[in-house]
């Protein structure tokens, strides 16, 4: 897989006058321009501080993924590819080295959904100097693999609705529960949504770009 085929992503801000690079991850099945607006207003509000770059997941099965989902054998037990995902995150740093970015930039990762999953699996390398991340809707893949702690320094901002129906709220906990034992910054909104973004998840997002970026 190659994220660099034909140019597949899009941008949004100034890159040399940004002072904060973004990467964006979607969710399985959408698209990286589901995310433009969101983001346009995002780096508005927060004068124009941001560089989006948001690629697009290659295809598989006739869906855009990141990485193969998860799947349930025949005694109803949860089988990750962690193999598969290890080489989406190799796809990843590909895709970052070609952008030929200022590394002294303050660097976040962020996604919805299994775009955010693909975002936290980014936290417990050194590959990239990660300086926050945002999860949205999402869950930490293959968690078992992941024995290190994250980096003292990074921030990590994760959300989830009690009404998710695609990502359930308990594997929410799950996840919430085992950033904590893996960092100490970890800032947590949940609410009485589904599996989506509204303006609450926004407005907290905010407060915590604002707190420790902006």
Not at 142 to 163: L, P, S, V, W
Not at 198 to 208: A, G, I, S
Request: hydrophobic letters at 40%; one cysteine or more.
């Amino acid at each position: 897989m190659d994220l660099n085929k034909n140019n597949d992503f899009i941008t949004i801000g100034d890159k040399k006058n940004s002072t904060i690079t973004v990467l964006w991850f979607h969710g399985y099945g959408s698209n990286n321009w589901s995310f433009e607006p969101v983001m346009k207003k995002l780096n508005m509000d927060l004068d124009e501080k941001l560089f989006v770059v948001m690629p697009n997941a290659p295809v598989v099965n006739e869906k855009k993924s990141w990485y193969p989902l998860p799947e349930t054998d025949n005694e109803g037990v949860i089988k990750e590819d962690y193999e598969g995902l290890m080489e989406s995150k190799r796809m990843v740093y590909d895709f970052f080295s070609m952008l030929d970015l200022d590394s002294s930039k303050t660097l976040i990762v962020g996604g919805f959904s299994q775009g955010a999953a693909l975002s936290l699996s980014l936290m417990f390398d050194n590959k990239l100097r990660i300086n926050g991340c945002i999860a949205l809707s999402g869950y930490m893949p293959c968690e078992e693999q992941f024995t290190n702690k994250i980096d003292d320094n990074a921030k990590i901002f994760i959300a989830h609705g009690y009404a998710d129906k695609a990502i359930s709220f308990e594997s929410y906990k799950k996840t919430l529960n085992f950033l904590k034992n893996k960092s100490k910054n970890v800032a947590n909104f949940s609410g009485d949504f589904g599996h989506t973004i509204p303006k609450t998840v926004l407005d907290n997002l905010m407060k915590w770009l604002r707190e420790y970026f902006v």
